[in-house]
């Protein structure tokens, strides 16, 4: 495997790299400043759309999206305090031909809410963090349930469970992040059995969206022929279109299952070379398979042109191990959460100037301030509850955009998986700089994952039709996703063009009785040369079988589009992306 050894790398050069990183771990040098939510304006906002249901409050408000590249001023926002709030604004954009958007903190990069690019006519966002955001816990029912409200968030809801002795087996890092927003792309955390650990009851190695006993949406009662609350359970067949329904309905209310919460132990590791973590399969030493082996919970962080990635392992401890510092919190890695100054001027002169021969420099001074970050704030080894190692980033980290994609395939194949990525990545990467061009100057990030497989919510339970992380009827010896995160900052020249290279080599790569390859939702994916969500082919036949290959016809896509589409005749739920992925 071609190792990157940058030629420029002088001692004065390391020895800057180096002292940058001990400052900014420090705290020393100033942070950057992260993209900030347009401010609202209530006042001067023009007509107020006619017949709004009264003592609901609305005002124009921006709408931005995590990495600034959707960021439209001035969209109707509704702040609905109650479920009969919502079903009454959907009646009223029934009668009217407005659409209806529910919107968290908008922690999401794929434009499935609002398009960019201009204004957003005829919608009305619901801002659901507002008032939706109660919390129920049954912890006496076996499995514990919680109830939750759609507008809460990932870190409330957490947060919850842990003061009732409860919690999940993986979750998404980020804490802002709405259960709605995470169930509707079936957002995922990274975890799979070690090779003596039991599952637990109430527990799942897939998405969130697999931990669903029942939800309540707002769907249109052909016999009232009006929108109403309907509550279905998980043992109902139709229930399968919405447990991860891409945004195409709208959820108010779900019933999760919970399980007994654990310790975890999670060790950061600086010092595996990239050519052993990512080895090929049969390989020995600290391999990717290796750990999953050893803890089932990894994740590594390859910044580009570095060596070595950051590697963190998860594992179920429940005694504290002697040197690990106890943590009662999460987000436990303060270096990543800001970024110092000197490194916020390469991101001006990388994106802004055009200076791209400077995305070495970067990537080894991303790395650096990661190990030495690590040393002063005493993170290599933490030990506490799951939710306080299991959340780690803030909302102040880098704005990146990001590529996503996971591929099923079976565990014994995950190191090949892995190093067939690397070796085809790091390929490209090596002919761009050749050209002079750097597309990527982001890491990559893989996550190993279970599958929701549907038995973890109990017998008869349906399977979430529209998950990456669906399990193939025809193939049960597939039993893990690989996760594989591209990252760059936004605008950088090129970058469409090489996400669409990994793309379609991915597609070809991971196919026949080896693998299939599923977008992540929220993510960049359906490249052409010059964007993301834009290959017409990608969009309207390609991902549709993706979701169909090997299933019988109750769960196969069109199956889920036509229950979508007969709870939602109107296209209340819908979007300009949506209206060509899910017609």
Known sequence: MTQHHPTDAAPPRRAFIADMARLAAAGVVSGWTPIGQIAAHAQGAGATPSGFPSGIALYRQAFQNWSGEIA??????????????IVAIVNWARATGYRVRPRGYMHNWSPLTVEPGGAAPQVVLLDMTRSLTKVWVDAAARPARVTAQT???????????????????????????TLGGALAIGAHGTAIPAARETPLLGHTYGSLSNLILSLTAVVFDAGKQQ??????????????????????????????????????????????????????????????????????????????????????VWTVQPVKPIFARTVTQPFNYPFSDSIPQPLSELVKRIVTRGECNLTPL????????VTAGLALTLSSDLWGWSRNLLQYIRPSTLRVTANGYAVVTRR????RAVAEFVQFYQNRVDVYRARGEYPMNGPVEIRVTGLDQPA????????????????????????????????????????????REIEQWMLSNYAGSYATVRPEWSKGWAYTDGAAWQDAAMIGSTIPALLSDGEPPAGRWDAARTILNRYDPQ??????LLDRLLP
Request: proline share 7%; aromatic share 10%; with cysteine.
């Open 456 to 499: 973890d919510a109990g017998n008869g339970a349906a399977v979430p039709l529209l998950s990456p992380l669906r399990p193939r009827a025809d193939r049960p010896d597939w039993d893990i996703a690989i996760y594989f995160d591209i990252l760059t900052m936004p605008g950088t020249p090129a970058a469409n063009r090489f996400y």
């Open 412 to 415: 014994a194949d995950v190191q």
């Open 227 to 312: 929108y109403v609350l309907r509550t279905f359970t998980r043992s109902d067949p139709e229930i399968g279109a919405f447990l991860v329904h891409v945004g195409r309905a709208l959820i108010v209310e779900v019933t999760l299952a919970a399980g007994a919460n654990q310790r975890l132990r999670c060790q950061s590791f600086v010092d595996i070379p990239a050519s052993e973590l990512f080895a090929s399969s049969g390989s020995r030493g600290r391999t990717i398979a290796s750990f999953l082996d050893q803890s089932g919970r990894m994740e590594a962080i390859w910044f580009p042109f570095t060596n070595c990635p950051w590697l963190k």
């Open 571 to 576: 296209r209340i739920f819908s979007s300009a």
């Open 362 to 369: 970067f990537g080894q001074m991303q790395m650096s301030i």
């Open 72 to 85: 439209i001023a001035n969209v109707w926002t509704a702040a609905p305090a109650t479920p009969a709030d």
């Open 151 to 177: 507008g809460v968030s990932l870190e409330t809801l957490l947060a919850t469970l842990e003061t009732y002795g409860l919690g999940v087996t993986a979750c998404p890092a980020p804490g802002d992040i």
